[in-house]
């Protein structure tokens, strides 16, 4: 099982938006020292918790400072830009960073209606052009326009020997289709997700039409973590999260994510109680083992190629520690299969 590293720049209570950028790149050295596959850093708008809005700056910063760990947006939100400059963009990382670039796009807004209509203006008639949208990156992006259309001249320069991988993030069966429609790998928000994902990601594969020779469907899962040396530490840890989690969807993170100790102050009302059993029902706390079994099993049940892991902790350092961990355990019971 490969594993990966979903980043979204959380800004804790402690921090400045700079702490939590730098502890971002960090974050991507650890995980190509620890053998990650791929680091990607999301794309947030006016959210007072989180630090990066823009994904494709600090790929530059990451790229320079790590080596071998494929790095990419997750995602860039397109309907809020031209297809072009995005190509321009990842065909630029592509080309200083060989090899190593992956494009994730996404629809969602990403931030609030103020945020969409300061962007672009029209995000919500964009988000119904999406397909085409989509269409238009990816003749970009392979530099194959057909020769009848307004854009067959014209090429997102430069064309790096290898081109960005594009794959396309989404939730629900919509998302699904439309990479299947148009050949491209997808990766499943578990994280973020009501819907009956193992029967969208089956949708994906059965309807997959490979847009190159010898594409097959690919699928990344996402999923929140939380891993620690024990399952109580574990528990401490993620309090953190769990209480930074309400404190977001009641429009209250600006204080960022807080600290063990203060959360013991947090009181829950019956609304909180709520969303912090919506939360808890789609992220994996435990210790290495248990973090383990259930990665497993999540792969089995979504026919996942490759497992994302999204983790948010007060401490950088356990957020760290927690990605360390989980390699160990994972990457200790590939071997073993192996060596049987």
């Not at 620890?34 to 910063?61: K, N, Q």
């Not at 949208?133 to 970009?140: A, N, P, R």
């Amino acid at each position: 099982m490969r594993l990966s590293i979903l980043d979204q720049s959380p800004i804790s209570s402690n921090q400045t938006p700079q702490d939590a950028l730098n502890w971002s790149m960090k974050l991507a050295q650890a995980g190509e020292k620890f053998g990650y596959t791929r680091y990607w850093i999301a794309e947030h708008h006016d959210l007072s918790g989180l630090a990066c809005p823009a994904p494709e700056v600090m790929l530059s910063y990451i790229g320079a400072n790590t080596n071998r760990i494929r790095i990419g947006s997750g995602a860039v939100l397109l309907p809020h830009y031209r297809p072009f400059k995005v190509a321009e963009i990842f065909n630029t990382l592509a080309t200083v960073f060989p090899n190593r670039i992956d494009l994730g796009i996404g629809r969602a807004p990403g931030g609030s209606s103020e945020a969409m209509t300061a962007l672009s203006g029209n995000f919500i008639k964009n988000v119904g052009n999406f397909p085409s949208l989509l269409k238009d990156l990816l003749h970009f992006l392979d530099d194959d326009f057909p020769t009848d259309i307004e854009y067959s001249k014209l090429s997102a320069s430069p064309i790096p020997e290898n081109p960005p991988i594009p794959w396309l993030l989404g939730t629900g069966k919509k998302s699904a289709l439309l990479a299947a429609e148009n050949g491209v790998p997808y990766t499943f928000g578990y994280f973020m997700s009501d819907e009956d994902g193992a029967a969208i990601i089956s949708e994906y594969i059965d309807s997959f039409k490979p847009r190159k020779e010898g594409q097959t469907p690919q699928v990344i899962v996402t999923v929140n973590v939380i891993c620690a040396e024990t399952t109580e530490k574990a528990e401490e840890v993620a309090s953190s999260f769990l209480i930074w989690s309400i404190k977001m969807d009641k429009g209250e993170s600006k204080q960022g994510v807080p600290s063990i100790s203060e959360v013991k102050h947090y009181k829950l009302t019956d609304k909180d109680q709520e969303t912090l059993e919506k939360v808890r029902q789609k992220i994996i706390i435990g210790n290495p083992q248990e973090v383990k079994h259930k990665l497993f099993e999540l792969r089995t049940k979504y026919q996942a190629d490759e497992m994302m892991i999204n983790t948010i902790t007060h401490l950088p350092e356990d957020r760290i520690r927690s990605y360390e961990l989980i390699a160990k355990a994972v990457y200790s019971e590939e071997n073993r299969h192996e060596n049987k």
